[in-house]
């Protein structure tokens, strides 16, 4: 896809984040559970930074398929002109999480926070729509989360956060396909809200664009 088409998707996701986006949403997020993206092995910290990350933008095609725009962080500025060229286009997919045997968090757990998503994604949307942050526009994920192999599967997942929306925050959960273990670094960031270092605005090029 080039630019003006990532921009379109990305807006289209973006403009359905509010209470008469509700029915859209909710539709769009219940086509699967999971996208698959080969790691960048060249990707690297961006200027400043000690770590490496991943940015996952959410974007609706023309088709009204729901996609994940994959982009290593450090190409994601103003400054690369081919920045089309380095996105890779993952398709939303239904999939199943194997039980694994590594990670910062045991299998169990990160199996749960997937099933998670899979049991309350709908409540999850309700009750956080109209919040101010509202849904998702994008995930930033450590480099070191997908650290092992090459192939990776990064399901959506909720984590219990009692004071949240709903009783929940939105996580990523990444699969290393090759070896079918589960790695999760209790450090995936999801944007809104913008802040300060890995979060910050000027970090988010194509999000900037819409």
Not at 50 to 75: E, K, M, N, R
Not at 162 to 176: K, W
Not at 177 to 197: C, E, H, K, N, R
């Amino acid at each position: 896809m080039n630019l003006n088409e990532i921009k379109a998707a990305m807006a289209l996701f973006a403009s359905k984040r509010n209470q008469s986006g509700l029915a859209n949403m909710t539709s769009w997020l219940n086509q699967g559970n999971m996208f698959s993206y080969v790691r960048d092995t060249t990707n690297q910290p961006y200027p400043g930074d000690t770590s490496a990350y991943v940015h996952a933008y959410p974007g609706i095609t023309t088709t009204g398929d729901l996609v994940f725009f994959v982009i290593s962080g450090y190409l994601d500025t103003p400054s690369n002109p081919n920045i089309a060229a380095n996105v890779t286009v993952c398709p939303i997919a239904t999939g199943q999480a194997s039980q694994g045997q590594g990670g910062n968090i045991t299998p169990a757990e990160a199996l749960a926070r997937i099933n998670n998503w899979a049991l309350y994604h709908n409540n999850w949307i309700a009750s956080n729509i109209s919040t101010q942050n509202s849904i998702f526009q994008c995930f930033v994920i450590p480099q070191e989360d997908s650290a092992q192999g090459t192939t990776h599967n990064a399901f959506l997942a909720l984590t219990t956060n009692s004071t949240a929306p709903g009783g929940y925050n939105a996580d990523i959960i990444v699969q290393d396909v090759d070896t079918a273990q589960i790695y999760y670094m209790d450090t995936v960031a999801w944007i809104p809200p913008l802040g300060s270092g890995v979060t910050s605005p000027s970090r988010f090029y194509l999000l900037s664009l819409i």
